[in-house]
Structure formats: C-alpha cells, structure tokens
C-alpha cells in the first residue's frame, strides 16, 4: 500500500468558529466550505479539517496534536487569550517541558519545548 496522511479531521460542533482558532494559533488561512466543514493548511503542516456533529465533546481525546513552541509560558498566555483552556500544570521530563491545553471546544493538544 502507498499511503500518506491527508488531513486530520476534528469533530466538533461550530467549525467556523474553531477553525479561526487554530488559524490564529498554527497560521494559515481559515477555509468555509458548504456543508458546515472548514478548514486551515498551516505553512510546513498537514490540513486540520473541522467536521460539524450534534453532539458535544464528552470524554477525553485518544488523539491530540503536539505544537512545538520556542518557549511555553508565553504559549500558554496567547492561547489563553484567544479562548483555550491550560489544563494542570507545565511538566518537565528528560525530553523537556509540555503543558496540556484545550482548544475552545475541549479538544486536548500541547505545547512542547525541548
């Protein structure tokens, strides 16, 4: 099989809205299509796809993105402003640091440095 990653698809309920979040934080141009779907191509980046479904998130993601960053504290501040969530506290391990965020809808992704 010759296959290659395509796009990542996140479910969530106001696409529009979520697109432009992660725009703002990954760059690139927020894309509305018909149907409810958006979407952003960050430079140097795969495709995130946001799909329209009913339901609220609910339970935590089996999947999450890692955004490097040069440094996290001023991460976490900007995303901070733009509508996201910290969740706990900055870790250090022997690979370097990391702090687990949420997007405005809840989905789980963290900034890494190191």
Known sequence: MNARLNQIVVDCRDPRSLVRFWAALLGGDPVDHTRGWSHVEPPGSVRLAFQPVAEDKAVKNRLHLDIAVVAIEPAIAQ??????????????DDQGSFQVMADPEGNEFCFVCG
């Open 79 to 92: 995303a901070l402003r733009m509508g996201a969530t910290q969740i706990g506290e900055t870790a250090t």
